[in-house]
């Protein structure tokens, strides 16, 4: 294999080229797949390669839509962009289901965002204490030009502290603020104010006397809180779908929930089940799902023990089922204004400003949970999911429009099973 200096500098179809030959055994019918992904409009393949580096082609993933999820009265129409069977057939459920009792409910408890200055601090900590106690308003003048914008839109710094950090590593310390960011994500605007103080704040100590280590954004936003639930009285839960009687169905349903609560084995499946709602919206809409699931899992972890999210009541003979998670969501700059599919999210979304979207997200999360929980308690989870995964199945083995209609009415009724599927087609071919 030759080696190839200065890849980044060659076009997309030298770089596909050059992957195609040496990792892809020169295969043209490859190479032809990775250029049938790219968009027939010049201008969006252009702006979707200036997203990452050394893009070759595009990755397409579905995009589907939840309609009627009512919240706080308002009918919406969701977007969600996922790979996983039968996610979007579960939360359009849980949506008809719930809009019928009252839809779900959601608001904002709070929307602090935060960066550190992570500094190592060598001298008298009363010294460090002072310098910072005295110059702390006149730090924050040298950052007024960076915040005129944001402070014109309501937001801006909120406050700044000196964190003593030495218990856990000698002579670590940070300067830590809190920001409110208004309706963009705000890792940029965060960034460069931190940048800038942690330059300014160097300048009033001796050359070796302070080190300053890194300036960042925090993904960690437990003061960025959202909280939406359903209710309903017990004999409201009555549904032919249930099979079951719904005090005994909410009995079911709340023990599985706290089961969530005491097992981490149960705890990680449960939290993932509401994050393929929120990350589906989040793609959708342009939004950072990385930095939100890696959040989440840590407010999860944070009493010391990883557990479920979920809360549930049934006192008073009350079905009540809540969800509080972080999130930091923007609905300006970034990929939210750029890629025309994030932004044609938005709008179906009403334009939403950053605390509704918050709502959104949480409440399909809660919506993706309540159907999961709801399957597992009563048919359980293969019933519905191996018939929406039958369909993968079927495409794996090339069926014909015949095929997968003989094959859908033979399984009606029967165990769905890669080995079943491929005997029942007469296929040879191999699970890869």
């Not at 950090?165 to 605007?189: H, I, M, R, V, W």
């Amino acid at each position: 294999m030759k080696e190839l200096c200065g890849f980044s500098k060659l076009s997309k179809l030298e770089k596909l080229n050059f992957v195609v030959d040496e990792y892809l055994n020169a295969s043209e019918h490859v190479k032809q797949d990775f250029l049938s992904c790219a968009y027939e409009n010049e201008k969006f393949q252009r702006i979707h390669e200036q997203f990452s580096e050394n893009t070759i082609s595009n990755f397409h993933l579905p995009y589907g839509v939840v309609p009627h999820l009512l919240m706080n009265g308002v009918d919406y129409c969701v977007p969600m962009v996922i790979e996983e069977s039968s996610v979007v057939a579960a939360c359009s459920r849980s949506a008809k289901f719930w809009k019928r009792r009252g839809g779900f409910h959601a608001e904002v408890i709070s929307k602090i965002k935060t960066g550190q200055v992570h500094f190592y601090y060598s001298g008298p900590v009363k010294k460090l204490k002072k310098i910072f106690n005295e110059n702390k308003a006149i730090l924050l003048t040298h950052v007024r030009e960076i915040n005129c914008n944001m402070s014109k839109r309501g937001g801006g710094i909120l406050d700044i502290a000196l964190i003593d950090k030495t218990q856990d590593e000698p002579n670590y310390y940070q300067l830590s603020l809190n920001f409110n960011t208004c309706d963009a994500q705000g890792a940029n605007y965060i960034n460069t104010n931190l940048e800038t103080l942690a330059f300014e704040f160097k300048k009033l100590f001796s050359d070796n006397e302070l080190e300053i280590i890194f300036s960042i954004v925090s993904n960690y936003t437990p003061d960025s809180l959202v909280r939406c639930y359903v209710t309903c009285s017990l004999s409201e839960l009555h549904d032919d779908q249930i099979e079951m009687p719904p005090e005994l169905f909410a009995t079911r349903f709340k023990k599985a929930v706290r089961i969530s609560q005491v097992d981490i084995t149960r705890a990680v499946t449960h939290n993932k089940g509401i994050m393929n709602g929120v990350d589906a919206v989040a793609i959708a809409t342009g939004n950072d799902f990385r930095s939100i699931e890696a959040c989440v899992h840590a407010f999860a972890s944070k009493e010391g023990t990883y557990r479920g999210l979920t809360n549930i009541s049934l006192e008073n003979n009350k079905f009540y089922y809540e969800l509080i998670i972080p999130l930091s969501v923007g609905t300006v700059g970034g990929l939210t204004n750029l890629h025309p599919l994030a932004s044609n999210s938005l709008n179906m979304l009403k334009k939403p400003h950053a605390e509704d979207l918050m709502k959104i997200m949480a409440c399909v999360g809660l919506a993706q949970n309540f159907a999961a929980i709801r399957s597992l308690v009563t048919s359980g989870i293969q019933k519905g999911h191996m018939k929406m995964h039958l369909i993968n199945i079927l495409n794996y083995f090339e069926a014909s429009e015949k095929e997968k209609e003989q094959t859908f009415l033979f399984f009606k009724d029967k165990r769905v099973s890669f080995n079943e599927v491929r005997s029942f087609l007469g296929r040879d071919k191999q699970l890869q």
